[in-house]
């Protein structure tokens, strides 16, 4: 059996290396030739100190150009100087709005706490608390657990998400409203985060999605590789209370389980909704729409941040439909006549666009102002860990493409991820508002941190940023 050498940004500066009980012996190199009387133990090694060289730009976001052609209508964007974070009241990621017939956003965070009218923080998190570094890292590829400096089959598998209430018509001068968190446990994976969010007729649909720490086959712990999908919890009262998906994580929405379950990779990871407007006004046929970033290549990238290509699924929403799988449908590519093609068969879906690497966490407006369609996309590390992100800008004439590229936007922020534009603070003319989180983990040892000088701040919170489309 070969030796796995996990290469990965530490804080410590000094070598580890632990020897592996008989009981860790990897059971996927069946090949590998018998031990001989000469042979030592196996090790883990950890390279400790300063990630330099080949392995940092292995890690990074791959160095290839941008596959699509400049947009004809816009030659990029700038950031016009208006921005804000709410870090006095909130300190949580993960906020994907949707605007209700009232007039609200509705959205959940994540991995955070926020504060109410009364001064009571309400917090959401990830219970496995092991740590962030090696060699406490979830090796589910081996068979076995390092938790608190032990092996171990035991861990909590525990995941909290939070939910809340945008009010004000100034995105710059918001209230923000927590309700109740939920928690769940999942044998299967060690998170389990928010994601698609919708709020139409009434009806609050809630999706989560599952990820794991997970060893690749070229020996790189990754963090939170992609999982299934769980489908969607519903509120019909304004989120006092849910009604649970009838889905789980031996039983996700969509047929895959993600490479960190033994399956194939993800192609719906970290789901969103098309954002049209208010309770989907702008819809041009009734449907909901849902993007995912993945990948199709069996080696391919496919992390919580970062990806390799987008996919489209639809549904007509109720809540006798949402949970259903033979109620979506897949885009499939366009016919000869240039048509989308659309099946139930998930097999036959197609990217809507791709760009190895950079294709990661995305999420898409309607701008009916300018008769396009925005997506917003992370460019993160290969492996899913901290360090400077990127974000990427594209728009199209139709949701199916063809889409063209905007901007790629260097250091803005430091490290933003979960980038969007909600519709309802989409500005007159070319102007549009970002909302996105930042900084969850900016340090990356050896690699500088960059952050564009003329780009906004950025905070672990809810951040906001105006920015203008320049013709």
């Known amino acids: ?112 706490r926020v504060k109410g009218a009364t001064g009571e923080w309400v917090s959401s998190r990830c219970y496995w608390d092991a740590g962030w570094w090696p060699p406490e890292l979830w090796l589910r590829k081996l068979g076995r657990q390092f938790y608190k400096g032990r092996l171990t089959d035991e861990l909590p598998k525990q995941s909290s998400t939070g939910n809340a209430v945008l009010s004000g018509d100034d995105p710059f001068a918001l209230s923000a409203t927590p309700l109740a968190s939920s928690t769940y446990e999942s044998p299967r994976y060690e998170g389990y985060y928010p994601c698609a969010n919708l709020f139409h007729q009434g009806v609050w649909y809630y999706g989560r999605y599952y990820c794991h720490r997970w060893l690749n086959d070229h020996n790189v712990p990754v963090t939170y590789e ?25 039983h996700p929405l969509f047929p895959e389980t993600g490479r960190c379950s033994g399956g194939a990779p993800i192609k719906f990871g970290t789901p969103h909704f098309v954002d049209f407007g208010r309770d989907l006004e702008h819809s041009p046929d009734g449907y909901a729409y849902l993007i995912g970033h993945g990948t199709r290549d069996p080696d391919g990238i496919c992390n919580w941040s970062s990806g390799d290509a987008v996919f489209l699924a639809r549904v007509r929403p109720s809540p006798e439909t949402i949970n259903r799988r033979d109620a979506w449908e897949f885009y499939g590519g366009k016919d000869a006549s240039g048509h989308a093609s659309w099946s139930k068969d998930f097999s036959q879906v197609t990217p809507i666009l791709e760009w190895p690497g950079h294709a990661g966490c995305v999420n898409i407006t309607y701008h009916p102002g300018l008769r396009k369609y925005l997506g917003f996309l992370c460019s993160g590390w290969q492996d899913g860990d901290g360090g400077t992100y990127d974000t990427w800008v594209v728009e199209s004439d139709e949701l199916t493409g063809p889409w063209s590229s905007v901007a790629y936007l260097k250091g803005m922020g430091d490290q933003p991820y979960f980038a969007c534009a909600p519709s309802k603070f989409l500005g007159p003319g070319n102007k549009i508002v970002l909302f996105y989180s930042a900084n969850w983990r900016t340090e990356r040892p050896g690699v500088s941190s960059w952050k564009d000088p003329a780009g906004p701040p950025g905070r672990y919170s809810l951040c906001v940023a105006e920015f203008e489309l320049q013709g």
């Open 1 to 112: 059996m070969k030796r796995r050498d996990f290469v990965q940004s530490l804080l410590a500066a000094t070598a580890v290396s632990v020897t592996t009980p008989s009981s860790l012996t990897a059971k996927t190199d069946e090949k590998a030739p018998t031990p001989g009387p000469e042979a030592k133990p196996e090790e883990f090694a950890y390279a400790l100190g300063p990630l330099t060289g080949p392995l940092a730009r292995g890690l990074m976001p791959p160095a290839t150009p941008c596959p699509l052609p400049q947009s004809r209508r816009f030659s990029g964007m700038r950031y016009t100087g208006r921005a804000r974070d709410y870090r006095d009241t909130i300190g949580a990621d993960t906020w994907y709005p949707s605007w209700a017939a009232d007039g609200l956003l509705y959205t959940p965070f994540a991995d955070g």
């Open 226 to 250: 992609l999982g299934g999908f769980g489908g969607f919890r519903l509120s019909t009262d304004r989120g006092k209370s849910w009604q649970e998906t009838p889905c789980d994580d031996q």
